[in-house]
Every structure is written in C-alpha cells, then in structure tokens.
C-alpha cells in the first residue's frame, strides 16, 4: 500500500485504478492495505466537523464518498471505483449519522446510488 500511498503528503496516485478494483466487489482489500488506508482516512472520519467537512478532507487525500445500495462508500476521486463501506472503515453510515446528522442526498439515474446534495 504505501508505494501507492505518500505517507508524507497522503496523497494516492490514482494512475492504476488497479488498486482498488476486485473482482469481488468493494470491502475485499487485503489486510496490509486495508490498514495502511484506515490509518490516512480514520482520522478525517473522527475529527470532520459536517458531512461537508469530511467530503473535503478526503477529497484532500484522493478520496470522494458517495452512497451506493444504502452504503456510505470511500471512492478513488479520480477514476470513482468504489474502495470500501464506511462500515469496512469502521465508520458506518449509522455512526456518522447519528455524529453529523443525516446526509443530504440526491438519486442517481438508475435509484441505487446517489450523492450529496449541496
């Protein structure tokens, strides 16, 4: 993970996409992975202040959030692959909710995914 990840500036180099995607689906990193990206992304979790806080903080690191099939879901900003659930982070939707309030969020064509509203 971290030759894919600058420890110095958190910044991930999204040129090979290949590192998120699975043929499983999302939450399937593997262990190293998985914990070298909850040590940059948990804080930003814990410390955002609204939901609109913690959009920019991640996207400050390469990250985006959107919500698919009812999951708060982590995304490589710039390609949009789908890394993990909040809940693999150990923030799930629920936890963030009840911290910040409910999520503004706006459908996607096709009703299984959406994003915030702003």
């Given at each position: 993970?971290?030759s ?14 290949k590192?998120?995607?699975s043929p ?12 070298a ?13 609204d ?5 920019k ?12 099939k009812?999951?708060m ?22 936890e963030m909710?009840?911290?910040?309030g ?7 064509p ?9």
């Amino acid at each position: 993970m971290y030759s894919y990840m600058s420890a110095e500036v958190g910044q991930t180099k999204t040129a090979d996409a290949k590192l998120w995607a699975s043929p499983d689906g999302i939450d399937h990193l593997n262990s190293e992975t998985a914990v070298a990206l909850r040590s940059v992304v948990a804080p930003i979790f814990r410390t955002a202040e609204d939901w609109r806080d913690l959009q920019k903080k991640l996207a400050q690191k390469g990250f985006g959030l959107t919500f698919r099939k009812g999951h708060m879901v982590l995304t490589d900003i710039a390609t949009g692959v789908a890394i993990c659930t909040g809940k693999f982070l150990g923030t799930p939707l629920k936890e963030m909710s009840a911290r910040l309030g409910r999520p503004q969020i706006v459908a996607l064509p096709g009703g299984m995914a959406g994003d915030f509203l702003h």
